[in-house]
T-cell receptor, first 113, second 116 residues
């Protein structure tokens, strides 16, 4: 049983570019959350998707957007990249009714130069 | 607003000794508290959670946590540390529920180092 898978594992972009990160949830999970983890910090909640809708959002600008597909996989898009967007981006999945027990992927390390 | 604090950036323990990683919380209402562990180049792994019931919660890999309402603490403990326990540990609290969604609010993390 595959866990949460994220792609790519590493990414290097320049300021102003756009990036798309991808996530496949654990089998049987229908809810996907995205977190940003800056170096030396705890993960910060970006948003959560359920039934292809954004259900909750953290304090991130509109440059951060997402999507969930009918197969429950998800994308995180970041436009107009800033140096400060450099971080590890973590996808977490959970099953309806058990949203507190999150299963995390290994993350995408994004470097913005 | 919900928040957690981990007062120690790093904890050093000798193998075989007991370990404690500290966490304090601030919530409105009943707290839903969690511990996660992060190994190098990996995502976070769930260790345990407290929602209600016994103040001593048992979790994965021999870890347990003690909920103390009067001290607003939720410290992670293990009776005998292993070198393989060396990792980054995060305490978290569930944030306010909006639109049936849920998010976790994480502390800054504590680096646990267990030496042979």
């Amino acid at each position: 049983d595959a866990g949460v898978t994220q792609s790519p594992t590493h990414l290097i972009k320049t300021r102003g570019q756009q990036v798309t990160l991808r996530c496949s949830p654990k089998s049987g999970h229908d809810t996907v959350s995205w977190y940003q983890q800056a170096l030396g910090q705890g993960p910060q909640f970006i948003f959560q998707y359920y039934e292809e809708e954004e259900r909750q959002r953290g304090n991130f600008p509109d440059r951060f957007s997402g999507h969930q597909f009918p197969n429950y996989s998800s994308e995180l898009n970041v436009n107009a990249l800033l140096l400060g967007d450099s971080a590890l981006y973590l996808c977490a999945s959970s099953a309806t009714g058990a949203n507190e027990k999150l299963f995390f992927g290994s993350g995408t390390q994004l470097s913005v130069l | 607003a919900q928040s957690v604090a981990q007062p120690e950036d790093q904890v050093n323990v000798a193998e075989g000794n007991p370990l404690t990683v500290k966490c304090t919380y601030s919530v409105s209402g009943n707290p839903y508290l969690f511990w996660y562990v992060q190994y190098p180049n990996r995502g976070l792994q769930f260790l345990l959670k407290y929602i209600t019931g016994d103040n001593l919660v048992k979790g994965s890999y021999g870890f347990e946590a003690e909920f103390n309402k009067s001290q607003t603490s939720f410290h992670l403990k293990k009776p005998s540390a292993l070198v393989s326990d060396s990792a980054l540990y995060f305490c978290a609290v569930r944030g306010p529920i909006y639109n049936q969604g849920g998010k976790l609010i994480f502390g800054q993390g504590t680096e646990l180092s267990v030496k042979p």
